[in-house]
């Protein structure tokens, strides 16, 4: 599976869209982007995915680049309980089940 | 029922205790994992069950030893662990393997003395 690289850390003012990117510059065809989220102290939460298309559901939005080397996911109005370290995983559709996390961006959502 | 259940949340045990996590969920899933999650670090693959069978060690030591006695419980039985095996330990489960999201339970956190 291809691997990923996130700012360690971003802030985002409440109220306002936060956009965290990932460089996946080695990603293969049939490899999904997946975006997970982790609050402090809870397991991680599955928010997002998408394989070239953007995507977007009740939580998040996804814009995979038409190189689908990289990919933002966007928050619309970020809140203080979107305050987590989000992660970007590569996993391919015939994945074994490695879901293997990566360091994650720390995002702040400051009041 | 969208949820895995890990018990207990917390533990706190001997280095010659014998123990076991537990993990439930009633989503009809076939594949389970655990994961082992340090301070401060990203979550690190230990076990992949799929079907009720091993799939997948991340070459985890001996002391650990996963179990998975019918498709909705994962048991995580622990024996003469070390200090720094002190961690957050998190289940989670999926429709099959790499399928899609993977729901993650709240974690137990594990202290050995």
């Known amino acids: 599976d291809a691997k990923t690289t996130q700012p360690t850390s971003m802030d985002c003012a409440e109220g306002r869209a936060a956009n965290l990117p990932c460089n996946h510059s080695t990603i293969s065809g049939n490899e999904y982007v997946y975006w997970y989220r982790q609050i402090h102290s809870q397991g991680p939460q599955y928010i997002i995915h998408g394989l070239k298309n953007n995507e977007t559901n009740e939580m998040a939005s996804l814009i995979i680049t038409e190189d689908r080397k990289s990919s933002t996911l966007i928050l619309p109005h970020a809140t203080l309980r979107d305050t987590a370290v989000y992660y970007c995983i590569v996993l391919g559709s015939g994945n074994t089940g490695k879901l293997i996390f990566g360091q994650g961006t720390t995002l702040q959502v400051k009041p | 029922d969208t949820e895995v259940t890990q018990t207990p949340k917390h533990l706190v045990m001997g280095m010659t205790n014998k123990k076991s996590l537990k993990c439930e969920q009633h989503m009809g899933h076939r594949a389970m994992y655990w994961y082992k999650q340090k301070a401060k670090k990203p979550p690190e693959l230990m076990f992949v069950y799929s079907y009720e069978k091993l799939s997948i060690n991340e070459s985890v030591p001996s002391r650990f030893s996963p179990e998975c006695p019918n498709s909705s419980l994962l048991n995580l039985h622990l024996h003469a662990l070390q200090p720094e095996d002190s961690a957050l330990y998190l289940c989670?489960?999926?429709?099959?393997?790499?399928?899609?999201?993977?729901?993650f339970g709240s974690g137990t956190r594990l202290t050995v003395v």
């Open positions: 989670a489960s999926s429709r099959d393997r790499g399928a899609y999201g993977y729901t």
